[in-house]
Every structure is written in C-alpha cells, then in structure tokens.
T-cell receptor
Framework: DSGVTQTPKHLITATGQRVTLRCSPRSGDLSVYWYQQSLDQGLQFLIQ???????AKGNILERFSAQQFPDLHSELNLSSLELGDSALYFC???????????????FGPGTRLTVL | GENVEQHPSTLSVQEGDSAVIKCTYS??????FPWYKQELGKGPQLIIDIRSNVGEKKDQRIAVTLNKTAKHFSLHITETQPEDSAVYFCAADAGGTSYGKLTFGQGTILTVHP
C-alpha cells in the first residue's frame, strides 16, 4: 500500500458525460501527479500540482482539467467524454520537491474509467 | 520531448534464472530513472531508482545500471521467483523546468515459470 488513495475504483459512464476522479496524496506529500494508462498509449503524464499550483503539464486534453485543494487532495475532471477516454487513471504523489530534482513518485491504485 | 524505448516487450524465464530489461532515452538532460512493477489490477510500485550521478545501484536481487553517455539504463533481476511475474516499466524524468514529469517505456511483461 503506497498511502495514495483514489476514488472511485471503477466508473462507467456514457459518451458526452462529465466525471470527477479524486486523489488523496500520502501524508506530508505536497505534489500530486495525474497519469493516464491505456493499451495503445501506455502510461502518460497528464499534469502535476504542487501545493495547490500547477507545476507541469503533459499531453492533457483541453476537455480535461485538474486542481489541488488546500487540504492537498486533487481532482481530475474529464468532460465531453469520448470512447477513447476509457483508460486507467493514476494519481501519484511525492514529497516537497527540491529545485531541479525529481522526487520519488508513489502511485495510487487507480480509477478504471469505461466510457460506453 | 523525451522518448523512452523499452525492450523486450515480453520476457519468459525459468525460476532461478536472471532477467534483464533495457531502456534507452532521448533527453540528455534527464537525471532520474525509476523502475516500476505493476501487478494486475494494481498501480505501479517503485522497485528501484537511480540518479545520473550514480552508475549502478543494488537492492538485494534487483540492480539497475546507467550509462549516461550512451543514454541507456537496465534492470537486472537475479534468482527470479514466480512472484516476480508482472509488468515492469522504466521511466526517465524531463530535464529543465519540467523535472517532475516522467516519461515511461512501453513495459515488459515478465513471466517466471516455476
């Protein structure tokens, strides 16, 4: 158990809908990362937040957005869902980043999103 | 951006044999190279990592080697056990101001036969 929690475990929805995935980082970790894992694209970095501020962005679609709240939990919002958005979504967390140094990232168990 | 290539995509070994997985990366500014193990239905679990100021690191049956000049790094598992069966991913961080961002290889499915 990494200490990172994600809810829900599974989510089934229809095309065009909007969903919210939730992540709680390990105790004391200030950085949260979101990744998407699909069969064709592999594990891809979406976005990173540090202490409430966006720090780095990957290939995140405009239909997707995220935020980190004052209690450090994070939410990933996916809207206008398409069949191709079906994937596993992982959250990871790491300790306070040192400038220029990538800290160890600990992954949660993931949310499996199925878009029908 | 960073590109990470991982080989082989599948690896089958007998219990007790060694397993080697290799990765190459493209961004010479990368400094951090973790390896993750992912079991079915679970999130990736860090098994070992190495930073660019180190050439080799060991943790019991697992070792990682890094060649920064050639831009490749490898995972070595000795005395494999059936519970080592899983998907293994290598990753490299991004250089510059996006240093927290990890780019992952496509994964290696390791099967250890009893």
């Amino acid at each position: 158990d990494s200490g990172v929690t994600q809810t829900p475990k599974h989510l089934i929805t229809a095309t065009g809908q909007r969903v919210t995935l939730r992540c709680s980082p390990r105790s004391g970790d200030l950085s949260v990362y979101w990744y998407q894992q699909s069969l064709d694209q592999g594990l891809q970095f979406l976005i990173q937040y540090y202490n409430g501020e966006e720090r780095a962005k990957g290939n995140i679609l405009e239909r997707f957005s995220a935020q980190q709240f004052p209690d450090l939990h994070s939410e990933l919002n996916l809207s206008s869902l398409e069949l191709g958005d079906s994937a596993l979504y992982f959250c990871a967390s790491s300790a306070t980043p040192r400038t220029g140094i990538t800290d160890t990232q600990y992954f949660g168990p993931g949310t499996r999103l199925t878009v029908l | 951006g960073e590109n990470v290539e991982q080989h082989p995509s599948t690896l089958s070994v007998q219990e007790g044999d060694s397993a080697v997985i290799k990765c190459t990366y493209s961004d010479s500014a990368s400094n951090y190279f973790p390896w993750y193990k992912q079991e079915l239905g679970k999130g990736p679990q860090l098994i070992i990592d190495i930073r660019s100021n180190v050439g080799e690191k060991k943790d019991q049956r697992i070792a990682v080697t890094l060649n920064k000049t050639a831009k490749h790094f490898s995972l070595h598992i000795t005395e494999t056990q059936p519970e080592d069966s899983a998907v293994y991913f290598c990753a490299a961080d991004a250089g510059g101001t996006s240093y927290g961002k990890l780019t992952f290889g496509q994964g290696t499915i390791l099967t250890v036969h009893p």
